[in-house]
Each structure stands twice: as C-alpha cells, then as structure tokens.
C-alpha cells in the first residue's frame, strides 16, 4: 500500500491489517514519521515530538502479534496526546514557559489508558498556554496552522490534535474540551471531533470539580476511529469522583444502526449568536440529510439568554485561582489574552463566582427543559471557517475578537456537560465547515449512532488537505 493511503487508512482498518500481519507497527509508524518529517516545519503539530520512544513502542507492539499475545484496542497504532495530558518520561509543557522543561514521573488517566491499550505514542501535540483560548499560539513555539490554509489557524485548544488528524499524522489525536477545544479544531481542519459527556472519560489529574467543565476525547477522520479510543478510555476511575460507568463495552458497536424516527431540533443562530451566510448555507443543506435519513427535523432556538456572562466570569475565576500566583510572578509569561482573563479574574469577588454558578444552575435547567421535547440538537460548530492565523473573524461586519463570540456554539455544551460531536459537512472557499450534533447527557452512543449515519449520507473521510 502507497504511503499516501497507509497514513489516510481508518484505525479500524488499520488494527485488522495489523492483526492480520499485512502491514506492521514499524512499517506504519515509518510512513507517519516520514509525512512528519515532510509537513512539521510548516504545520507545527508537535511540541515534542518522540520518535525514538515510538519507535521502541512499535518493536514492542509487532513482537507481541508475532506471539499471539492478547491485544488492546489500539494496539500497534500511532496516536499524538495532547500537551496538557501528563506524560511519565515525556515533556509536558502545556504552552507555557513555566513547563518548558517540565518532565512527569506519571501519566495521567488517559495517556495511561491509551499505552495500556497498546497505542503507539508520537508525542505531544500543541496546544495554546494552558488551554486558555481557541487558536493555537504559544510563547514557547510556533502556531499550529490549519493543513487546508497555512495562513489559517488550526483552531485550538487541541489545535495540534486536530491538524494531526487532518493530515495523516496517526489515525485517531486525543484533545481536551473546555469551552470547545475538540469541536472548534475538529471543524476548523475537517475531521471528526467527540467531546463526551462529563465524566465518561477520566481527566485525572486535572479534574475539575466546580468550573470549566473539562472533557478528554478524541479527533479522528471516522467516526468510528474515535470511538476506539472510547473503547480504550472510557470508564470509572477511583482518582476521578466524577467519573461513570456507561455500561457500555464496546463503542465502535454502538456506531450501527440508524436514526429514523427521531425528532431533531436545529437552530442556526440559537437567537443571538453571529453566523457566516456561507457557513449557514452549508450547514443547512447538512441538516437536510437528517430528514432523508427519516427524522423529524423542526427549526426552532433554545429560548435560553447568551450564557456567556456568568460563563466569562467562570472561565476567569478559573484562569485567576490556577495562574493567578505564576502571573504576579512573571506576568511578562503571559500573553495578552491570557493576562486579561487571569487580571479580570482577581478583581472577582466569592459573591460574583457564586451568581455565576447559580446562574450556570437556571441554564441548565433551562436547557434540560428545552432538549426534553427532542432526542438531537444540530448547530453549526462555528459561525465562520478558519481565520488568519495572526488574526481574529469578521461575521458580517461583526469583529469577533471576544472568545465568546467566536465559540458560541461550543461552551454551552461544556456548562450542561452534554455529549457533542463535530462532523465535517462542507466547505467554504476551500475550508472546512462542521455541524455539531448535540444529546442529552450519557446518550452519548446515539450521539455516535447519529454521527455515524450522518457519516454514511455525507462521507467525508476521503477528503486530503492539499500539503503536497
């Protein structure tokens, strides 16, 4: 097989070649090292990339085949972690000069299910600093850019996740989804992104108990290949409280089967947020296939007020209790963005935190009451395709340089910890567009189920960004 399908081969292809012993853990790790070596320097998908430790990894995984060992469910496949994810022996940055050196004793949760489950590490994808905006920008590298645009951005927070993804570099790209960091990159780079609901995958030790509402997932081309990496990541952990047991034992499983007969409410603009004409018609013309595929589709917005008031006061507070010492510090370290959030942050007061919590309380509830009359919510991802990658959006003479304005579709989803998916549905001028389709909590395989038959209607994975 060409190199150029090998590293474009679903992970559930992939595992039947590699079990089959057609093709081996070395052979594919050379082909995505080889399309590394010939995309990073103008991509940037890695902070730190490790081809030796993969390589190491790859020998292992073939040598367990040849015995007949029993294999995990992404054995023998290559994967990128993203760099807020601790890694035992691998550098962990996440984005900032106070890690840049930083080397942990211990995976987290995910990275120590993903190696159990025989996955082959490539290193850590980018990320912005700390997580804390939806382009991929740093102070300690260069920007992730998006492989259908070099002068775009990958979106972000999980941007190296998604631009790996898009580009061959392995299969399946795990991310981390606090206000839309799965979905934004996913939709921006055309490939597949899951956040889950809060608490299907451990977090650990990042756990976040009271704020952002923080979810592990993945990026990957299939809806399918990501949920192989549910397969191997989902499910109770004792260090994380917050964590369930779904009951579910294999994801892929849940993927069949179709959606006739289910009532589906579509909003374009849930009343008050900016949306591109051009990105409004492609999504439109997406939300069509869910009535040819025999739901029930009504027009209709939520009736919920912008929650991104108390939502910014949340998101501040936070950036202010975690990096408020650091910035007193060594505010030079901190970009602008960051700074302003961690600054308006400390000028909170317990009073403020608490209405925002309260008020974080009424909109779910509000939209608990809404999502009861329908089994699937449809949005657009984003209101506009990749912007310039030193810049922010315009919407219709709208400039959209308040995160909120840009993700307005994402981190409400994070505040209600519900399941939501992104799946590529079109383009514009030669960019992605994405359609998000949002379940109730824990209904996360008719999540799958609907992004799977969707995925069938509308194929997309054969889509290549034009690197070469």
């Known amino acids: 097989m060409p190199t150029s399908d090998l590293i474009y081969t679903p992970a559930t292809e992939l595992r039947r070649l590699l079990n089959e012993r057609r093709v081996s853990a070395v052979e594919l790790l050379d082909a995505v090292l080889a399309r590394i070596d010939a995309i990073e320097s103008r991509v940037g998908i890695f902070q730190t990339l490790d081809a030796d430790g993969a390589r190491t990894a790859a020998l292992a995984a073939d040598a367990a085949i040849q015995r007949g060992d ?13 760099d807020l994810e601790p890694t035992a022996g691998l550098r962990t940055t996440y984005g900032s000069r106070f890690f840049v050196d930083y080397v942990p004793a211990e995976d987290g949760a995910v990275a120590a299910r993903v190696r159990g489950a025989g996955a082959i590490i490539l290193g850590k994808s980018n990320t912005s600093h700390f ?56 939709s921006l780079c055309g490939v597949f992104g899951f956040k889950p609901s809060f608490g299907l995958i451990s977090t650990w030790p990042n756990t976040d108990f009271w704020a952002a509402r923080t979810h592990a997932g993945p990026l990957a081309r299939t809806v399918r290949d990501a949920a192989m990496f549910l397969n191997a990541t989902a499910g109770p952990d004792r260090r994380d409280p917050l964590t369930f047991d779904s009951g579910t034992d294999d994801w892929i499983r849940v993927c069949d089967g179709g ?16 949306l591109d004409p051009t990105v409004r018609a492609v999504v439109e013309r997406a939300v069509g296939h ?27 507070a936070s950036m ?16 602008p963005s960051m700074a302003e959030m961690v600054e308006d942050g400390l000028k909170l007061s317990a009073v403020d935190v608490g209405e925002a919590m309260m008020a974080r309380s009424a909109f779910y509830e509000r939209a ?11 949005t657009p991802q984003m209101p506009t395709v990749a912007w310039d990658v030193d810049g922010y959006p315009t919407v219709e003479g709208r400039d959209l340089t308040a995160i909120f304005d840009r993700v307005p579709f994402t981190f409400p989803f994070n505040l209600t910890g519900w399941p939501a998916a992104s799946v ?17 909590w824990r209904q996360d395989a008719l999540c799958l189920r609907a992004a799977a038959a969707f995925e069938v209607s509308h194929p997309w994975a054969a889509a290549r960004p034009p690197l070469n």
């Open 320 to 335: 202010a209790y975690r990096h408020g010492q650091r910035y007193r510090q060594q505010p030079e370290w901190f970009e």
């Open 424 to 440: 590529p549905c079109g383009f514009v001028d030669g960019l992605p567009v994405g359609l998000q389709i949002v379940a109730p």
């Open 290 to 316: 869910f009535t040819d595929l025999g739901c029930t589709v009504e027009a209709v917005d939520p009736g919920w007020d912008d929650p991104a008031p108390f939502a910014r006061v949340l998101w501040h």
């Open 70 to 82: 029993s294999l995990g469910p992404l054995h023998g496949l290559p994967i990128t972690i993203k």
């Open 259 to 274: 959606i006739r007969g289910l009532r589906v409410a579509w909003s374009a603009t849930f009343g008050y947020a900016p």
């Open 368 to 378: 608990r009451t809404f999502l009861a009359r329908y089994d699937l919510l449809l």
């Open 131 to 186: 997580g804390h905006k939806d382009m991929c920008d740093n102070l300690i590298g260069p920007p992730t850019r998006n492989p259908w645009n070099l002068s775009r951005t990958s979106g972000a927070s999980s941007g190296g996740a998604g631009a790996a993804a898009a580009s061959g570099v392995g299969p399946i790209a795990h991310g981390t989804d606090g206000a839309g960091s799965i979905r934004i990159p996913a």
